[in-house]
Nanobody
Framework: QVQLVESGGGLVQPGGSLRLSCAYSGVISSIDAMAWYRQAPGKERELLSTISSSGLTHYAVSVEGRFTISRDNVKNTVYLQMTNLKPEDTAVYYC???????????WGQGTQVTVSS
């Protein structure tokens, strides 16, 4: 069973930047993909970005060009570098990992990102 711990959120002004981290641990077979999601109040969880084991990345239109996903396989960590943040980016951010073809059914506590002046 995979455990996920997100960190790095906070309060930032519009136009600012943050770097989120997600450390994963537990009984792991082969992590072949990682992803970042977010959930704003009253909205459904939204997939933002994925990165495969080969480094192939995909982004939602809402964040493409502003957010960058990366991974450190030695540290078992996935990152989300966020730039040019907007108030509409305010949400709780979550990560997930795909272990041997199966996305974890367990989620971490998430990390709150608030973009406000």
């Amino acid at each position: 069973q995979v455990q996920l711990v997100e960190s790095g959120g906070g309060l930032v002004q519009p136009g600012g930047s943050l770097r989120l981290s997600c450390a994963y641990s537990g009984v792991i077979s082969s992590i072949d993909a990682m992803a970042w999601y977010r959930q704003a109040p009253g909205k459904e969880r939204e997939l933002l970005s994925t990165i495969s084991s080969s480094g192939l990345t995909h982004y939602a239109v809402s964040v493409e060009g502003r957010f960058t996903i990366s991974r450190d396989n030695v540290k078992n960590t996935v990152y989300l570098q966020m730039t040019n943040l907007k108030p509409e980016d305010t949400a709780v951010y979550y990560c997930n990992v795909r272990d041997n073809g199966r996305w974890s059914p367990n989620w971490g506590q998430g990390t709150q990102v608030t973009v406000s002046s």
